[in-house]
């Protein structure tokens, strides 16, 4: 059987995923839309010139527009929603009235949360709604998930991850591969751990540690960054007493973005300038995204999941560990890779019906099985390491 794929925004993420769905999604069509008809078209050319078909076709498309986007998802098995997270709550109802499953890269947990409590309209359309995919929240989540599936009696949950250029340039030792707008937003307010089997609140670049990874990483710090748990606490409280989730960086990035955060330029709300009214963010973004953009990006991506507990009475833990790198062959980032591909697994998986119907967290999407699965058929070497050794 063949299966007919949306996706919504055709700028890095979508592209790679467009590319994983040509490749392991048993596509005849393949449906790109963006904004932009150009961009949308110019990526159907570069993605059938990669997969050596013409099943991709890339259109424009205005996704605030619901009647826009019912003929745009109409006879879609499944679509990927590969924009901003406001734009979300309304792909969703529109895929589920045509009967489209969705997953999307998310970016917000409470947008998140509002989506999947349309359970009970997915079930009926007979689709699965799987928000927040792609690196982290996403494939993070789910190696954390298989962690688990290797001890007895999970009890506590650590997941690193984190993207990294591969040749760090100082003062910044730090490239953008996604909308600098979610970089900060990973960087604000609190994020959501379990701490004694409660859903707790812990402040963003807190809590910063050191880790040693193979060559090339070397040396890393980890910090408290908000959103890359998605929905887990709620859907793990009671079966663990401890998740969190840390993002890598290169050492001394950590106490740098401190002191702006310290400053107040991550802040949205308007401040009185000379007679003006700023956003602090919006003179932070202006000031920094030239600086660590731009050029031939030759990433490094990192997610390293650790499950302690016990099995057979005895305390235990498994600690899962995933790199990816820059592809010379294709042009895809490794962030590219690690985001779109898990995306594209998920809305393969969902058009398939191997996954159950209705809105389906992205801690649940994936069983072990699937997981391990669907790495190999991608070449994703994730390597395992038992305490005690099996």
Request: aromatic content about 8%.
């Amino acid at each position: 059987m063949s299966y007919r794929y949306a996706i919504i925004g055709a700028g890095r993420q979508g592209l790679s995923a467009a590319y994983d769905m040509g490749r392991f999604g048993e596509a005849k069509e393949i449906l790109l839309y963006d904004i932009d008809s150009q961009v949308a078209e110019s990526g159907a050319t570069r993605l059938n010139t990669l997969l050596n078909s013409n099943i991709v076709r890339g259109h424009g498309l205005d996704a605030s527009d619901a009647s826009q986007l019912k003929k745009a998802l109409s006879g879609v098995n499944a679509t990927l929603s590969a924009v901003p997270y406001p734009l979300n709550p309304l792909i969703t109802k529109i895929a589920i009235e045509c009967g489209s499953s969705l997953c999307d890269l998310g970016g917000h947990t409470e947008t998140v949360r509002g989506q999947l409590a349309l359970d009970g309209d997915a079930k009926k359309a007979g689709v699965t709604i799987t928000p927040d995919c792609g690196m982290g929240p996403g494939l993070n989540i789910s190696m954390a998930i298989l962690a688990m599936s290797y001890i007895e009696e999970p009890e506590d949950v650590f997941i690193w991850d984190g993207g990294l250029p591969q040749n760090p340039q100082p003062p910044w030792n730090y490239s953008l591969t996604f909308n600098i707008n979610g970089f900060t937003n990973e960087y604000f307010g609190d994020a959501l751990f379990l701490r004694d089997g409660k859903v707790t609140p812990i402040p963003c670049l807190a809590e910063i540690e050191t880790l040693n990874f193979p060559a090339p990483l070397g040396q890393l710090e980890a910090a408290v960054t908000s959103g890359g748990l998605s929905t887990a606490p709620w859907t793990l409280t009671g079966k663990l007493k401890r998740l969190e989730n840390k993002t890598l960086r290169y050492p001394g990035h950590w106490e740098q973005f401190k002191a702006y955060q310290q400053l107040g330029l991550f802040e949205e709300n308007p401040i009185p300038v000379n007679g003006s009214s700023i956003a602090p963010r919006d003179i932070f973004h202006t000031l920094l995204e030239p600086k660590i953009t731009g050029g031939q990006i030759r990433d490094i991506c990192v997610i390293r999941t650790q499950c302690k507990g016990k099995s057979k009475g005895k305390p235990s833990s498994c600690t899962l560990e995933l790199v990816e790198t820059w592809d010379e062959s294709t042009g895809f980032t490794a962030m590219e890779k690690l985001t779109g591909w898990h995306a594209a697994i998920v809305a393969i998986l969902a058009a398939k019906g191997e996954i159950s119907r209705g809105g389906i967290p992205v801690e649940t999407a994936l069983t072990a099985e699937a997981l391990t699965r669907e790495a190999t058929r991608r070449g994703w070497e994730i390597k395992k390491t038992m305490t005690p050794s099996t």
